[in-house]
């Protein structure tokens, strides 16, 4: 069965980084596209970057400039590199993809926070 795993997550300051990794199985990871997205405390959850099959990627405008998508199909894991982190930036991050079915790992806790 397709599973996402997330990690790297935890307590940064502002202006600090972050590297996030979703570690997939169950799929032919190479053939899909993936996306990170994030829900901050009451708040509807928001689409932050997505990488395509081909390594095309595509951000949010909140996080353009500032974070990286990218993927590495020997090891089936799609990473999100998070520099200049803002309080704003606060959030459970998840990744996810659409094979025949929408998804998602449990998520990952980032605080900016000084």
């Known amino acids: 069965q397709v599973q996402l795993v997330e990690s790297g997550g935890g307590l940064v300051q502002p202006g600090g980084s972050l590297r996030l990794s979703c570690a997939t199985s169950g799929f032919t990871f190479s053939n899909y596209a993936m996306r990170w997205h994030r829900q901050a405390p009451g708040k509807e959850r928001e689409l932050v970057a997505t990488i395509s099959s081909r390594s095309s990627t595509s951000y949010a405008d909140s996080v353009k400039g500032r974070f990286t998508i990218s993927r590495d199909n020997a090891k089936n894991t799609v990473y999100l590199q998070m520099n200049s982190l803002k309080p704003e930036d606060t959030a459970v991050y998840y990744c996810?993809?659409?094979?025949?079915?929408?998804?998602w790992g449990q998520g990952t806790q980032v605080t900016v926070s000084s």
């Open positions: 996810a993809t659409f094979t025949n079915w929408n998804y």
